[in-house]
């Protein structure tokens, strides 16, 4: 621009310079230049030159800057809410090494167009790519929100937490979520109607790429799997969701209870997070999980607004909390008791140990479950990102 100004003061001078006084009869060195169009030349070419610095000095200052400013927004966001802990500290918290999440850097600023597409036998930090949403700040972006429930990773406790924020961000409509409170349950007559997905299992994966936020908690996959075969509902010998017409039998007494080995090799039961997320499916339904199911689920991670861990529940909710903008002086009143914990039973706490300790059936439980694997480090990396 300055040099832009300098040229048009030249051009000025050239053309008015000499004919200030009026009494002057000589010509201007602009009437000279004139005569063969050359005035037109170094207009153009001031042009040029102007249009090519401009483009450089972008690139070499405002660019940076705005990344990087990008970046310190995300940054600030992602601290809990009591406690404002710095990203070294979460990170130390969530057990991720400086390397892996340098490693994240250094990949996304190496391929910032690339897709995620880390196969799950590679060991390495998981990749990921800038989300091209803007982070969403302003309550009024709350006034719908769409949670995908993924079973056994605290989606129950997370409904109770989400169903707080929406009574207290907009309590005249959404009353529904301030009436009975707890978590989302259809005959508890506990329902909050500007949550989808608030009471089941299905992803409705379509609603990820929408504007409306997205939030989900992911939890490790052998953890997930090995509290989904303890709890009722979620395993072939108490089946709520007819995984096999032949598991109503089971219940019944009329087979044989499945064991543990048995259950880990059905593939209804195997990556159910990626199914969910990649092929759009309920969560036990025999889809197989392949490499293609398992792009589109990253391609759907890397859309949500807000992804949790169940491992650190706390730590999550009280950054959920605090990204969507609930005032301070509400802080307070938020529950973020477990709805579902299985630890006070000490049997099923014994017959979890055996199973951990068994090295050769663990063995099995990652490699049937890889896909689930390889997509909880890219989440576990996001709640830091």
């Known amino acids: 621009m300055v040099f832009m100004v300098f040229c048009c003061t030249i051009i000025y001078k050239m053309r008015y310079g000499n004919k200030r006084n009026k009494n002057s009869s000589s010509e201007g060195l602009w009437d000279t230049l004139n005569s063969g169009d050359t005035a037109r030349w170094v207009i153009g070419f001031a042009a040029v030159i102007t249009i090519a610095l ?13 990344d990087a400013m990008a970046g310190k927004i995300i940054t600030q966001t992602i601290p809990a809410v009591n406690s404002v802990k710095s990203i070294d500290a979460l990170s130390s918290k969530l057990s991720v090494t400086t390397t892996a999440v340098s490693q994240v850097h250094t990949d996304k600023e190496q391929k910032k167009n690339n897709n995620i597409k880390k196969k799950p036998d590679d060991e390495s930090a998981p990749t990921i790519v800038q989300n091209s949403k803007p982070l969403i700040l302003n309550n009024n972006s709350f006034s719908e929100i769409h949670f995908v429930h993924i079973p056994k990773c605290g989606g129950t406790t997370m409904t109770t937490v989400l169903r707080q924020i929406q009574c207290v961000l907009n309590p005249v409509k959404n009353v529904d979520c301030c009436t009975n409170p707890g978590f989302c349950d259809w005959h508890a007559h506990r329902r909050c109607e500007s949550i989808k997905g608030c009471i089941n299992h299905f992803p409705n994966r379509k609603m990820i790429f929408k504007p409306l936020p997205s939030i989900t908690v992911f939890r490790e996959p052998t953890s997930r799997l090995l509290s989904a075969w303890f709890y009722r509902g979620h395993s072939p010998n108490l089946d709520f969701f007819q995984v096999r017409p032949y598991f109503k039998e089971i219940s019944e007494g009329k087979l044989p209870r499945v064991k543990f080995p048995e259950y ?51 730590v999550s909710a009280k950054a959920l909390i605090r990204l969507m903008g609930v005032p301070t002086n509400k802080w307070s009143e938020f529950s973020l008791v477990n709805e579902r914990e299985q630890g006070s039973n000490k049997q099923i706490k014994k017959q979890k140990q055996e199973i951990l300790e068994n090295d050769e059936l663990m063995d099995k439980v990652r490699e049937f479950n890889s896909y689930d694997i390889q997509l909880y480090k890219i989440g576990k990396i996001l709640l830091l990102y």
């Open 54 to 66: 401009t483009f450089m000095a972008y690139h070499r200052f405002y660019e940076p800057h705005h």
């Open 264 to 314: 880990i090799e059905m593939p209804e039961y195997q990556n159910i997070q990626t199914r969910m997320l990649g092929a759009d499916s309920f969560p036990y339904r025999n889809i197989t999980v392949t490499d293609e199911v398992y792009d589109k689920a990253v391609s759907a991670v890397n859309r949500f607004f807000f992804i949790g861990l169940q491992e650190e529940f706390e």
